[in-house]
């Protein structure tokens, strides 16, 4: 609602122009119609791994720009290989690591390029860290 003393303009440059959190909140709802079918699609492809509501998906995209870039990319890759299922990697579904090498590589510390390896994908992904005797989440 804009005062009867103010014209739209007058209000906008007061109310929104200049704030952030304003000028992203107009965004989203200029946007939200496309976002709702790009939300859509992300669904599709990303299952469970997509953000739970159209809300969630638009704040990961308009305030996290790491974690909307980690998305696109999973959905571009997931999305190609449900275009080309020829790609897929054979007998990928059946690979198993060894929990023992894959910690004490990652994240022990003996191996320092497998190290920073880890600390990546802890800082990056908010995968949790497991040191020894108990995890510390990151």
């Not at 190290?115 to 990056?124: M, S």
Request: proline share 4%; net charge positive; no cysteine.
């Amino acid at each position: 609602m804009v005062p009867a003393n103010m014209t739209y303009e007058q209000w906008y440059d007061k109310n929104v122009r200049g704030r952030p959190e304003a000028e992203q909140n107009e965004t989203m709802q200029k946007n939200r119609a496309s976002d709702r079918r790009q939300f859509e699609k992300y669904k599709e492809i990303l299952g469970d791994d997509a953000p739970k509501s159209l809300d969630a998906f638009q704040k990961m995209k308009y305030t996290d720009s790491e974690k909307y870039d980690y998305a696109k990319l999973d959905y571009s890759r997931r999305k190609k290989l449900a275009d080309y299922p020829e790609q897929r990697l054979p007998n990928a579904e059946n690979v198993t690591l060894l929990e023992g090498k894959f910690k004490e590589y990652l994240f022990d510390g003996k191996n320092q390029q497998g190290l920073a390896k880890g600390n990546a994908i802890t800082d990056r992904l908010g995968i949790i860290r497991i040191t020894g005797k108990s995890s510390e989440p990151s």
